[in-house]
């Protein structure tokens, strides 16, 4: 397929890793804010013919867009009965399916495309009930969502579920579940120096030693391959690197990613800031997240969403490689959230606006 370069698009190379930078400053308005059809998406998903799936948090449902920006279809409602949800930390698709994670009970809802309910999955049952608290819930305010360690659907329709945030210790990052609740495999490695409760002197100590805070080494997110769902790909959203796994838990490849410029310039603000804060209080501390969601496309290449000054879209091929930066241009001083999927099929990055807009980049 061929790369098509927008006009005002500009590249240039970077001297460690060499990939093209290309700025994308032409768009389209997919859904305004101004049209009340959508007010809080927190979360957008596309199927394989251009549908767009939205999580509205003012709507407290997930509504389905056909390629033209029409409703066509509507899953879950605010309640406890079943099929209902309290608080959506994620959604995701596969072939025959959509789900809705709701944290606020612990249960992961799984519906056909129809819109039928079809069954849940209770993952507090199990004992994945996270000891961090959860960000605050809002239903007036996008707020990015926070995704590392969080439930997940894979290709396959199975289950990988954290126990990094459900307890003091922990022997991978994920663990595999089919969709009865049978364990099937530890996926993903514990970085070396990890840590799994909240110590304020640790932390201080990591950071005047230079070292990112075991405390944050173990923040994980998967992006699964449905092109290939045997394989998927572990993103360490806070060191940075991302590796590849298959199912059964083998590690094929792993790549260090902090050479990035963008991320040896988030590292040192990390370190001054941090050190700065802890000065005055040791209980002070800010998140590190260098990347902040993630997509695999069709061929198998990764594309991860980074916020630093502009949004920038970095894409991977299948053995780890850098060889695109996309970043995204805002006009009229609009800020842009790392909320985005691409629609692969009119190659075009969507992404979500601070006021609720939908737009959509062409690639």
């Given amino acids: 397929m061929s790369f098509v370069f927008w006009t005002g698009c500009t590249s240039e190379e970077t001297e460690e890793l060499g990939p093209d930078i290309v700025t994308l400053d032409e768009y389209r308005t997919f859904i305004s804010h101004e049209e009340n059809l959508i007010t809080v998406p927190n979360f957008i998903r596309f199927d394989n013919s251009s549908n767009l799936f939205v999580y509205d948090a003012a709507n407290g449902s997930v509504l389905m867009l056909n390629p033209a920006g029409e409703i066509v279809r509507e899953f879950g409602r605010v309640g406890r009965g079943p099929g209902e949800i309290q608080w959506v930390s994620h959604i995701h698709l596969t072939e025959n399916y959509l789900y809705i994670v709701d944290t606020g009970q612990f249960l992961i809802h799984r519906y056909l495309k129809d819109g039928e309910y079809d069954s849940v999955f209770n993952y507090g049952e199990i004992g994945y009930i996270p000891s961090v608290p959860s960000p605050p819930v809002t239903t007036s305010q996008i707020i990015v969502p926070t ?13 990988l579920l954290s126990p990094v945030q459900a307890g ?16 099937k495999a530890d996926v993903g490695e514990i970085p ?15 950071i005047l030693n230079g070292e990112i805070p075991g405390f944050y080494r173990a923040n994980v997110f998967p992006v699964s391959n449905p092109s290939n769902p045997d394989q998927l790909k572990l993103v360490y959203a806070s060191l940075p690197r991302i590796a590849q796994y298959r199912m059964n838990g083998e590690k094929l490849w792993e790549t260090d990613l902090s050479k990035i410029p963008e991320f040896e310039k988030m590292t040192d603000h990390f370190f001054q800031t941090m050190e700065r804060m802890q000065r005055a209080d040791i209980r002070s501390r800010i998140g590190l997240d260098y990347f902040n969601a993630g ?22 091929n ?18 842009l959230k790392p909320i985005f999927d691409i629609d692969f099929s009119n190659r075009e990055i969507y992404i979500v606006t601070e006021l609720g807009d939908l737009r959509a980049y062409p690639f």
């Fill in 147 to 159: 995704l590392t360690n969080q439930p997940h659907i894979t290709a396959d329709d199975e289950v």
């Fill in 168 to 183: 003091a210790s922990a022997e991978s990052v994920y663990r595999l579940y089919d969709w009865s609740g049978e364990f």
């Fill in 192 to 206: 070396e120096g990890s840590a799994f409760t909240l110590d304020n002197e640790e932390i201080r100590n990591d």
């Fill in 295 to 316: 997509v695999m496309g069709p061929d198998g290449d990764l594309f991860l969403a980074s916020e630093h000054e502009m949004i920038q879209i970095y894409r991977f």
């Fill in 318 to 335: 299948g053995e780890g490689e850098l060889t695109h930066t996309y970043r995204l241009d805002s006009d009229q001083e609009i800020e």
